[in-house]
């Protein structure tokens, strides 16, 4: 398969929102290509991280150099080569600034992503960059291929604005170009859930909730929005309607260790413990070491039911996942304050 008869898509594993835990972080980096062993306080050190899955692609070709860009305002771009596990890491040296990761396949650019300055100290962006038939252009990487939108000559120019602007960090400008492109094609429901992480990274949970909404309304099966969703209804204490999306995608994907979590989360916030229980060792069970920090929600569960010997197991578990974390020392005063049976 030759590099002029295929397009490139990439898929970022969830709509807008980084996955990390200090334990994903830790399991990524320690082996990510060219990066350096880690000190006791690694749970306090801010990185970006991920992996890079190339999907499609014909395996008796030679194989593709992939590699990752890492810039921070101001500052030069960091790039390094993947091995063949795909993982990368960059440590932040600016956190409280944006920074962007670009994806290149043999030089060239297949992805990118703005890193916010209000997320987590720690946090994960996945690629998969997925070979296709076709040299036409594409939607802005932001869903798995599974929800494509098709191409709309009406708004390919203000896809290209979207796209310099992101390019650019130019938050405002890549909003204003969204914005025109569902008021040309209010159908595009890739564009709605774009929408939808901006307005959640901004605070703007009511325009979040609404773009979510329609995104999923036209496109029932939509399961990254609804897990989005999910999140934006947890973040306005909106219990029901977070229990509603989350089983909704739980119903889509039933592998899905996220809705899951999602679903565990809303229904402790709704004080229906034993579901939410149920929910989150669920999630648990799909991705044990990933949904590691569901422990700390049935830690503090048992805890506030006076359980502290369950709370105490939980909180063993998760430091049994995440070996470093900067409140290791309280979760162990309360281990050995209250014993696990």
């Known amino acids: 398969m030759k590099k002029k008869a295929f397009a490139i898509v990439v898929i970022l594993m969830s709509v807008g929102f980084a996955k ?20 006791e306080a690694w749970g306090a050190i801010p990185y970006v991280f991920g992996k890079v899955t190339l999907l499609g692609f014909d395996q008796d070709e030679k194989l593709l150099k992939v590699s990752v860009g890492y810039t921070e305002r101001g500052q030069p771009e960091k790039r390094v080569i993947l091995d063949k596990s795909g993982n990368y890491c960059f440590r932040r040296t600016r956190p409280d600034s944006a920074a962007t990761i670009v994806v290149y396949l ?8 703005q890193i916010s300055d209000l997320g987590a100290i720690q ?14 252009p594409s939607a802005p ?33 890549l909003l204003d ?68 999306i989350a089983e909704k ?10 809705a899951y979590q999602i679903l565990g989360t809303a229904y402790l916030q709704a004080k229906k413990g034993s579901l939410g229980v149920d929910a989150l060792n669920k999630a648990l069970e799909l991705d044990p070491v990933g949904m590691a920090d569901s422990h700390l929600l049935l830690a503090t569960l048992y805890d506030r039911a006076g359980a502290k010997d369950l709370a105490s197991r939980e909180y063993k578990l998760f430091l049994n996942k ?12 309360y281990i050995k304050d209250n014993p696990a049976p």
């Open 20 to 39: 990390s835990t200090n334990a994903q972080a830790l399991e990524i980096c320690s082996r990510a290509s060219g990066v350096p062993s880690f000190g």
């Open 141 to 173: 990487g932001v869903v798995s291929a599974k929800y494509q939108y098709p191409p709309n000559a009406k708004t390919a120019d203000l896809y290209r604005k979207a796209v310099d602007a992101e390019k650019a960090n130019d938050q405002d400008r």
């Open 322 to 333: 995440v070996t470093e974390h900067p409140d290791r020392k309280k979760f162990e005063k």
């Open 106 to 113: 043999d030089s060239t650019e297949v992805g990118r992503r």
């Open 177 to 244: 170009s969204l914005l025109k492109i569902v008021s040309v094609d209010p159908s595009d429901f890739t564009v709605w859930a774009k929408l939808g992480s901006i307005f959640f990274i901004k605070k703007s949970y009511a325009e979040s909730e609404d773009a979510f909404r329609k995104a999923i309304a036209l496109r029932p099966d939509f399961h990254p929005a609804m897990i989005s969703l999910g999140r934006v209804y947890l973040a306005q204490i909106k219990s029901n309607e977070a229990i509603a």
């Open 123 to 136: 946090q994960r962006e996945d690629f998969d960059v997925r070979a296709h038939p076709g040299d036409g």
């Open 249 to 258: 995608a739980v119903a889509s994907d039933g592998k899905s260790p996220r």
